[in-house]
């Protein structure tokens, strides 16, 4: 791999665009500028997200920096548009979509993201566009951090995610259950193309739209598969196993998406559209993190599932690229076996197994077992595990406090015990190497509501702190030990909906 290229930090207006998608056909889109808000004042900002496009931190504080993220301004060169795609929401074909409060600014270069070589700067909540239908075109403060903090923490997680730049607040009003405010959130990521936008053309009947789309995205962020035999199977076959790679990575370690609707879902295969998501806490194979999600069709066992639906309603889509039906279902096909074996590896990289053993299986899902009896706190589990002594029960002491029935705990142990003797598990390393890949952190959702309430009072402070730790979610920070512990009670109150 190259050393990653360290660009130098840019001022502002030294960002220039380019503009591949706007190159598209005007079909694929609607240029429009975005609707001003009146006295915008920065919320949060990343460090890191900047320096995915070499733009200096230094910015961030100055007026120039929430005009332009709120879209009061437009950057020179930027070319302002929303994007038209299509999808099944909640299973049901929903007919156009589109960015309904999203707008592109354009492809700032990024030299270190491969291959495209450029990511896209999107302002979310920047007012109405032509896709808005019955929605305002804006995003509340609330979600906007919401967005914010779990696209930050998916990224440190080391999970493939849309990235966040920063949000900016205004004091306007938007109304959704009660008044809330504006805020606009700035999300980078290659691109924002989702199956949906496959879908779009193939239900509005455009086999040249269709194709278009296809060869861009190959073009640009497959070229490798240029040369293959037949290049749309081969996007359709990497798009699934990507998206298999994907739910297995969020699978283990307890993120919920919960609106994995068709437009939600990346042809990158990276995690996109922060709504209702949830990070497991007790664990319940149920569980499901969207109030609005009646019938738990997005619950946290659904997800693999889910995904490979969605799969197969992209691979409907470019049925008429591919040609023959068996060629999508062997593309598609692919999905389980790339799961199964992602989430194997992952499993035994959590339980610090560095072998692949005949009864592995059956350890792993008496583990769920009791995970699942117990109401076991997923995060804590793993962490917890890792301190675990093969010959020195001593130390079990945090870990079976998580169980309420201790004896059935014990029998696991020693199970657990007994397969990491037999490939002589040495416990420093087997810590260091479950500790790099069990997260101490993860964005509970009540860290996150504390942050927002404190930001609703203009106190941004939390969300920043919040963010910091959340960047390095593997590392001991004995200083933040409070956000590594166990929900308080009033945590279980917290109902998250599509509300945003
Ligand atoms: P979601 O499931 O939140 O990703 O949104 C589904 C669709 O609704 C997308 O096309 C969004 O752009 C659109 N949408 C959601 N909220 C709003 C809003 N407040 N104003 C306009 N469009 C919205
Ligand atoms: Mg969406």
Redesign the pocket.
Known sequence: MNAPEQIPARRLDQLTFNHSFAALPPSFYTRLQPTPLPDPYLVCASEKAAALIGLDPAEFATKHFADVFCGNRTLENALPLAAVYSGH?FGVWAGQ??????ILLGEVDSPNTRPSGTLELQLKGAGLTP???M?????VLRSSIREYLCSEAMAGLGIPTSRALCVIGSDAPVYRERPETAAVATRIAPTFIRFGSFEHWFYNQRPDELRTLADYVIDRFYPELRDAAQPYQALLREATKRTAHLIAQWQAVGFMHG?M?T??MSILGITL?Y?PYGFMEAFDVNRICNHSDANGRYSYGMQPRIAHWNCYALGQAMLPLIGEVDDVRAALDGYEQEYQTKFDILLHAKLGLRADQENDDQLIQAMFGLMQANHVDFTLFFRRLGNLRVDDKTGDEPLRDLFIDRAAFDAWAEQYRSRLRQENSIDQVRRTAMNAVNPQYVLRNYLAQIAIEKAQKKDFSEVDRLRKVLDAPYDEQPQSQQYAELPPDWASQIEVS?S?
Do not use: M, P
């Not at 979509?97 to 999203?102: E, T």
């Not at 929605?135 to 995003?139: L, S, T």
């Open positions: 929401q979509l589109g960015d309904g409060r999203a896709y808005s239908r929605g305002d075109g804006r995003a609106v609707n437009d939600n559209d709504g599509c945003s």
